[in-house]
């Protein structure tokens, strides 16, 4: 069976410091991996998605970005942490095969806090 | 035109009773139509889905409503329980595209 990992849990950062969340993938593979941000009591934003090694879409520009670099493996990064980089993040993936009803999983979720 | 409109914001029901959610979409390429619930703190799980070649599908408690000529879904969650307080997202998807595109949630609360 699929499964999906998200680490850290939760993370304290001041403003202006680096940022690295990394998600991975166990079960399936050459999956479609995406990275999304909940604001407090807010919706999902789609911030990447990747259709494989390398490949990477943005959604929203922003100060973050995103690499793929193995199939399985999904990272969100940012040089400089703003306040409104706060946030739950969520990793998803989604089957890739034909056919298939676009089936999307999510993530534990890693909670940001930028002070 | 890739907005899905969800409704209500939050919604009170009691043990026992109905919770009706709706979603309205304007983009008549969505062809496929999950309902996602998310616990505080957790990630959104999968519920249930539909495809527009259906009107209606249930899955115990769930039930999911779709209505292709008023480009409307909704989902029902018949005899309500206080373990099913969560917020609930739709969402709408094409073939062609390779995200969903998700409603804005609806807290639920039910009260025992």
């Known amino acids: 069976s699929q499964t999906i990992h998200q680490w850290p849990a939760t993370l304290v950062q001041p403003v202006g410091s680096p940022l690295s969340l990394e998600c991975t993938v166990e079960?399936?593979?050459?999956?479609?991996l995406y990275w999304y941000r909940q604001a407090a009591g807010r919706g999902l934003q789609l911030l990447f998605y990747?259709?494989?090694?390398?490949?990477i879409s943005s959604e929203v520009p922003q100060n973050l970005s995103a690499s793929r670099p193995q199939d399985r493996q999904f990272i969100l990064s940012s040089k400089k942490l703003l306040l409104s980089d706060s946030g739950f993040y969520l990793c998803?993936?989604?089957?890739?095969?034909?056919?298939?009803?676009?089936?999307?999983?999510f993530g534990p979720g890693t909670r940001l806090t930028v002070l | 035109q890739q907005q899905v409109k969800q409704s209500p914001q939050s919604l009170i029901v009691q043990k026992g009773g109905i919770s009706i959610i709706n979603c309205a979409y304007e983009?008549?390429?969505?062809?496929?139509f999950p309902w996602y619930q998310q616990f505080p703190g957790k990630g959104p799980a999968l519920l249930i889905a539909?495809?527009?070649?259906?009107s209606e599908k249930k899955e115990g408690r769930f039930t999911i409503s779709f209505n292709k000529s008023a480009k409307q879904f909704s989902l029902h969650i018949m005899d309500s329980q206080p373990g099913d307080s969560a917020t609930y997202f739709c969402?709408?998807?094409?073939?062609?595209?390779?995200?969903?595109?998700f409603g804005s949630g609806t807290r639920l609360q039910v009260q025992p």
């Open positions: 983009n008549t390429a969505f062809d496929y």
């Open positions: 079960g399936t593979s050459n999956p479609n």
């Open positions: 998803a993936w989604m089957v890739r095969t034909s056919g298939s009803y676009n089936e999307q999983f």
């Open positions: 539909i495809r527009p070649d259906v």
């Open positions: 990747s259709v494989g090694i390398g490949q």
């Open positions: 969402a709408a998807s094409t073939a062609g595209r390779r995200a969903l595109t």
